[in-house]
C-alpha cells in the first residue's frame, strides 16, 4: 500500500478575490475545495470609519476560507498560486495556512 503524504492549504481571502484564486487553482490543476463564508479580524484590527456624527470600528471583517487537501508535492505550487491571485497590495489580503493531514476517507465507499 503506498503511503501519498497530504497536507490541507488554507486560504482566508478578500471575498472580491474568490473568483480569480478558483480560477487560477484550476489552472494549475486543483479542482475540488470547500469554500467559507467567514468574519475575523487580522494585524489590521477592523477598519475605522468617520462619518459627520463621529466614528466607527467595524472590527469583524468579511472573508473567504478556502480549503484544500493536496499531494505534498503540490504544496508550495498551490500556496505561490493562491498568493498571486489573491494579492491586492493592500492590509487584509489574508493568510495562507498548511495543515498535515493524517488520513481521507471517502464517505460513500470508506476507501482512503
Same mark, same amino acid.
Given at each position: 500500500?503506498? $503511503?501519498?503524504?497530504?497536507? !490541507?492549504?488554507?486560504?482566508?481571502?478578500?471575498?472580491?478575490?474568490?473568483?480569480?484564486?478558483?480560477?487560477?487553482?484550476?489552472?494549475?490543476?486543483?479542482?475540488? !475545495? =470547500?469554500?467559507?463564508?467567514?468574519? /475575523?479580524?487580522?494585524?489590521?484590527?477592523?477598519?475605522?470609519? =468617520?462619518?459627520? $456624527? /463621529?466614528?466607527?470600528?467595524? #472590527?469583524?471583517?468579511?472573508?473567504?476560507k478556502?480549503?484544500? $487537501?493536496?499531494?505534498?508535492?503540490?504544496?508550495?505550487? $498551490?500556496?505561490? =498560486?493562491?498568493? &498571486?491571485?489573491?494579492? =491586492? /497590495?493592500?492590509?487584509?489580503?489574508? &493568510?495562507?495556512?498548511?495543515?498535515?493531514?493524517e488520513?481521507?476517507i471517502?464517505?460513500?465507499?470508506? #476507501? #482512503?
Amino acid at each position: 500500500c503506498e $503511503v501519498i503524504e497530504m497536507k !490541507m492549504v488554507m486560504a482566508v481571502i478578500r471575498p472580491e478575490r474568490l473568483q480569480c484564486v478558483k480560477d487560477a487553482l484550476r489552472d494549475i490543476g486543483i479542482n475540488g !475545495m =470547500t469554500i467559507s463564508h467567514v468574519t /475575523g479580524r487580522g494585524e489590521q484590527m477592523g477598519l475605522t470609519f =468617520t462619518t459627520r $456624527v /463621529g466614528e466607527f470600528v467595524v #472590527d469583524e471583517i468579511e472573508k473567504v476560507k478556502i480549503e484544500s $487537501v493536496v499531494d505534498d508535492g503540490d504544496v508550495e505550487r $498551490v500556496i505561490e =498560486t493562491i498568493r &498571486r491571485s489573491a494579492e =491586492t /497590495g493592500n492590509p487584509g489580503d489574508g &493568510r495562507i495556512f498548511v495543515i498535515p493531514v493524517e488520513r481521507s476517507i471517502r464517505i460513500r465507499t470508506g #476507501d #482512503d
